[in-house]
């Protein structure tokens, strides 16, 4: 089966860290660029960042850009996300998946597959 683990979620109070890690099981990460999501309780899934292949591109949602960055360790077939100063809107279960070279940039959740369970973040105020 192809799909990422993802782990590191917890229990958070606002202005706190975690470091999410996702991943791949069945197939080899380095072809894909990867994208992190989050669903807030009641709301859809929405894209937070997203890798190249190599690592050496990312971009970011505006909601997180500046505190939240994305990286990958292709030889541990693992992406990861360090998120610092969280806030209470940051809560939600966080998922990755993967997409395609050639659709690198969008963070449409159409577009990627091989969701994980996904790991539960919780900031409090």
């Known amino acids: 089966q192809l799909q990422f683990v993802e782990s590191g979620g917890g229990l958070v109070q606002s202005g706190g860290s975690l470091r999410l890690s996702c991943t791949a099981s069945g197939f080899t990460l380095d072809y894909y660029p990867v994208g992190w999501f989050r669903q807030a309780p009641g709301k859809g899934r929405e894209g937070v960042s997203i890798i190249s292949s190599s690592g050496d591109s990312a971009k970011y949602a505006d909601s997180v850009n500046g505190r939240f960055t994305i990286s990958r360790d292709n030889a541990k077939n693992t992406v990861y996300l360090q998120m610092n100063n969280l806030k209470p809107e940051d809560t939600g279960d966080y998922y990755c998946?993967?997409?395609?070279?050639?659709?690198?940039?969008?963070?449409?959740?159409?577009?990627?597959?091989?969701w994980g369970p996904g790991t539960q973040v919780i900031v409090s105020t």
């Open positions: 998946g993967k997409t395609f070279p050639h659709m690198y940039g969008g963070l449409y959740e159409a577009d990627f597959d091989s």
